[in-house]
C-alpha cells in the first residue's frame, strides 16, 4: 500500500531535549516536506527537500533540523524542543509536480 | 511572493444545500499548481485535486465541482447537496516551480452540514 508513514504519532516531552520524529514514504517520490498545523494558522511548511541531500527552508524553520539521506527518508529534529513547538506535525510527499500525501500526523506537546 | 487567501473561516449549511468554499491565490509565476485538500474531524489530510495553470478546464467529481478562473486568480470549490460527512475543514494549496517547489497553503475553512 502506497503511504506516508511517520513516527510516534503521539509524543509528550520536556524543554530542551531533543527528539527526532521519522518520516517514510514508499512511493519513490523525489519531494518531502515538513509541516506544523496550528489553531488559527493553518499549515505552515518547515522545510523541504527536492531530492536526497537537497533540503531548503520552508516559512518556519527555526528551531527545526531536517535530513535526507535516503529518498525515503525525512526525519525531522527539534534539538531543543520548546513548549512554542507544541503542535500537530505533518509529513508529506510528492512527485516533484504533483500533489501531496500526507502521514497521518504527529501531535508533539512540549512542557 | 505567494499567498492563498481562503476568506471564509467557518461556513454551516444544512444538509442538502449547496456551498461553495472560495480561494484566491498569488503568484508572480506562470507555470503553478493548485490544490484542495479536506481535513475531517478524524485529522488526516485527504487530497481532493490538483488543477495546473494551463488548464482552466473546469472539473466535476460526483457533488464536487471546481471553477479555476486565472483572470480572478480563483480556484474555488462547491459541494452539491451537502452531507453531513461532507464536514471538515477544506484547505485550497499553491505549489510555483519559480519558489523552490515550497507549498503554500490558504487557512483553511471548516464547513459544517447541520442534518
Known amino acids: 500500500e502506497a503511504q506516508v508513514t511517520q513516527n510516534p504519532r503521539y509524543l509528550i516531552t520536556v524543554t530542551g531535549k531533543k527528539l527526532t520524529v521519522t518520516c517514510s514514504q514508499n512511493?519513490?517520490?523525489?519531494?518531502m516536506s515538513w509541516y506544523r498545523q496550528d489553531p488559527g494558522l493553518g499549515l505552515r511548511q518547515i522545510y523541504y527537500?527536492?531530492?536526497?541531500?537537497?533540503?531548503d527552508k520552508g516559512d518556519v524553520p527555526e528551531g527545526y533540523k531536517v535530513s535526507r539521506k535516503e529518498k525515503r527518508n525525512f526525519p525531522l529534529i527539534l534539538e531543543s524542543p520548546s513548549p512554542n513547538q507544541t503542535s500537530l506535525y505533518f509529513c508529506?510527499?510528492?512527485?516533484?509536480?504533483?500533489?501531496?500525501?500526507f502521514g497521518p500526523g504527529t501531535r508533539l506537546t512540549v512542557t | 511572493a505567494q499567498k492563498v487567501t481562503q476568506a471564509q473561516t467557518e461556513i454551516s449549511v444544512v444538509e442538502k444545500e449547496d456551498v461553495t468554499l472560495d480561494c484566491v491565490y498569488e503568484?508572480?509565476?506562470?507555470?503553478?499548481?493548485l490544490f484542495w485538500y479536506k481535513q475531517p474531524p478524524s485529522g488526516e489530510l485527504v487530497f481532493l485535486i490538483r488543477?495546473?495553470?494551463?488548464?482552466?478546464q473546469n472539473e466535476i467529481s460526483g457533488r464536487y465541482s471546481w471553477n479555476f478562473q486565472k483572470s480572478t486568480s480563483s480556484f474555488n470549490f462547491t459541494i452539491t447537496a451537502s452531507q453531513v460527512v461532507d464536514s471538515a475543514v477544506y484547505f485550497c494549496?499553491?505549489?510555483?516551480?519559480?519558489?523552490?517547489?515550497?507549498?503554500?497553503f490558504g487557512p483553511g475553512t471548516r464547513l459544517s452540514v447541520l442534518p
Open positions: 508529506a510527499s510528492s512527485p516533484l509536480a504533483g500533489e501531496q500525501y
Open positions: 512511493m519513490n517520490h523525489e519531494y
Open positions: 527537500s527536492m531530492n536526497v541531500e537537497v533540503t
Open positions: 503568484t508572480r509565476d506562470t507555470t503553478y499548481y
Open positions: 488543477r495546473n495553470s494551463f488548464d482552466e
Open positions: 494549496a499553491l505549489r510555483s516551480d519559480n519558489y523552490g517547489q515550497n507549498f503554500v
